[in-house]
């Protein structure tokens, strides 16, 4: 009986040093904070951190804002873009999936301000979290992609007395078959905001989407080249709109989540913020 029982013992103690040691290369479990409180509301992210972070790191960021038509995350919690901000993490930068209010108990403009605002918290509290406030990508998905979007076009507001001498303006844009018009139309309200020295910006868009036109993303790209922007726009032959989100059961949508991701991490690597070639493929 005692020789069984140090024998567990053993068992128990080589397992917990195996995941120990394993920890040391897995992306840590995200960490909730609070980034704004209007009234009795408060808004949350999520922080995804990489395997050998640590505090005084200066690491680039990217804030990640759900679509689904600026509805709130019904779930609560983390995101649809959970896996992307595992698979940057893993590549060395700090993710942060962010939440908004959103319909149906808030108005579309108040979950507009939260992007800003939470690309602010960010920067604020970058020496606290262990990012350089020079490297922050803004990025989202259908809805979230407006959010994003507004984050670098749309004058600063602020709510509850934050402080507009730190900037929302993000590094970089990121954006997943975002809303960036309503029209195809150069009058569009998300394309007359585009100016010169805006962030480099990338747009994964398929070319099948029936609820937001490719021909939106053509558009808000040719005006943000014509702007002297640095706007890259890639298309996916055959892709609906959400393509980007994994769907195991799906093959389709396992190679464009895969193929997405290869995208986002070239573009990001070119701008010196991650070294060596994506890992999405293993």
Same mark, same amino acid.
């Given at each position: 009986?005692e ?15 195996y ?5 040391k290369n ?7 904070e ?12 999520y922080?995804?951190?990489p395997?050998d ?50 319909l ?7 979950g ?32 979230? &992609?407006? /959010?994003? *979007? =507004?984050?670098?076009?749309? !004058?600063?507001?602020?709510?509850n007395?934050?402080?507009? +001498? %730190? ?6 844009l990121?954006?997943?078959?975002p ?17 010169p ?17 490719y021909?939106?993303s ?8 014509e ?31 895969? &193929?997405? /991701?290869? *995208? =986002?991490?070239?573009?990001? !690597? ?8 994506? +890992? %999405?493929?293993?």
């Open positions: 009986m020789t069984l029982t140090i024998s567990i013992l053993l068992t128990v103690l080589s397992f917990l040093t995941t120990q040691e394993g920890d897995q992306v840590s479990v995200p960490r909730m609070i980034y704004k409180t209007i009234g009795d509301v408060k808004v949350y992210l922080i995804f951190n395997p972070f640590r505090s005084d790191d200066k690491r680039p960021a990217i804030v990640f804002f759900h679509g689904g038509g600026f509805k709130a995350n019904p779930a609560g919690g983390t995101s649809n873009f959970r896996l992307q901000s595992e698979y940057l993490a893993s590549r060395g930068m700090v993710a942060i999936d962010a939440q908004y209010r959103g149906p108990d808030f108005k579309v403009p108040e507009l301000n939260d992007a800003q605002s939470a690309i602010r918290w960010v920067r604020t509290n970058a020496k606290r979290l262990g990012i350089d406030p020079g490297r922050i990508a803004s990025s989202g998905g259908s809805a979230g &992609g407006l /959010l994003a *979007e =507004v984050t670098a076009t749309v !004058a600063a507001i602020a709510e007395g934050e402080d507009t +001498t %730190i900037s929302c303006m993000p590094n970089a990121v954006l997943f078959n809303v960036l018009a309503l029209s195809t139309s150069r009058n569009s309200p998300y394309v007359h905001h585009i100016r020295g805006m962030p480099p910006t990338i747009i994964l868009h398929g070319k099948d989407d029936k609820t937001v036109p021909a939106s053509e558009k808000f790209t040719a005006v943000m080249k702007a002297g922007n640095r706007c890259e726009l890639i298309g996916f032959e055959g892709a609906v709109h959400a393509f980007y989100n994994w769907n195991p059961d799906n093959p389709e949508r396992r190679k464009f989540y895969v &193929g997405t /991701l290869r *995208e =986002v991490d070239k573009f990001i !690597a070119s701008l010196g913020w991650i070294k060596g070639e994506p +890992t %999405i493929d293993h």
